[in-house]
């Protein structure tokens, strides 16, 4: 596995505040949040470092990584206000860690998003 930070916190050899779990996904509070609640998600047994490193194979990793923050998004009672789910993808998009890694924000009205800076 390509080891990055995010490899170090599937390991428990640095710490999380580790919000969800199941046998292939991760998911922790994002360390410098962006909104109330900030949750990535991660799988847990491949280390794709982007999301165009991804093939059709990895279709149901991807599959469970969105139904991952789906489901705490509904068990912390966020579903009905409404959410946000981003994948940031290389410098552009100001990916910083190279191991997959999918975006919840949520607990507040969040701002428009995409222009360039
Ligand atoms: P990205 O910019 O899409 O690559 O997202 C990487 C995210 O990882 C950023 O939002 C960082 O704040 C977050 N991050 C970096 N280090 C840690 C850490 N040790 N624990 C939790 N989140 C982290």
Redo the contacts with the bound molecule.
Sequence with gaps: MTDT??G??IRRE????IVYEDDDVLG???????APV?V?FIPKNQAIPTLDDLRPGDAELVGKLVLAAAEYARREGLAQKGYRV???CRED??????HL?L?LLAGARLGHFGAPR
């Design positions: 930070l995010f170090k916190i640095i710490p999380a505040d922790f509070r994002d360390i410098a949040p962006q900030h990535l981003v994948m940031n998009a100001g990916q910083t860690v190279f890694h975006h």
